[in-house]
């Protein structure tokens, strides 16, 4: 790693999921935030299994993504992740931020999860 703020924030990240960690009761959303995309899955850390995801890639958000903005993108991804989650019965989660700030495309994320009726 020769960048300083990957590095950086792989130790954040390192550091959180000492203190995080998913069942299949209450699964770890974690997210992934690159320059142009945003991906989110629930992992169950006991059986080491991915119950659900989504990515601001996928063919089913892209047609119902906003035409601008990374912002509003992120908000309906999280609406979009809240539903998938309610489908398979899980009302309650551990957000894992990834080491990134909870600020920004992150936070409009989680607002929207939890707006979507899962709780944190």
């Given at each position: 790693?020769?960048?300083?703020k990957e590095s950086g924030r792989l130790a954040?990240?390192?550091r959180i999921r000492r203190k995080i960690f998913g069942t299949a009761e209450c699964p770890r959303v974690v997210v992934h935030r690159s320059l142009m995309n945003l991906q989110a899955q629930?992992?169950?850390?006991?059986?080491?299994?991915?119950?659900?995801?989504c990515s601001s890639c996928d063919k089913d958000f892209m047609k119902q993504a906003p035409s601008k903005?990374?912002?509003?993108?992120?908000?309906?991804?999280?609406?979009?992740?809240?539903?998938?989650?309610?489908?398979k019965g899980i009302e309650k989660i551990a957000f894992d931020r990834g080491g990134y700030q909870y600020h920004?495309?992150?936070?409009?994320?989680?607002e929207a999860v939890r707006k979507g009726g899962i709780r944190f």
């Open positions: 790693m020769s960048n300083k954040r990240h390192r629930a992992i169950d850390d006991v059986g080491q299994k991915t119950l659900a995801a903005g990374k912002l509003p993108a992120a908000e309906k991804l999280g609406e979009m992740f809240a539903g998938e989650l309610k489908k920004g495309r992150v936070k409009a994320f989680a």
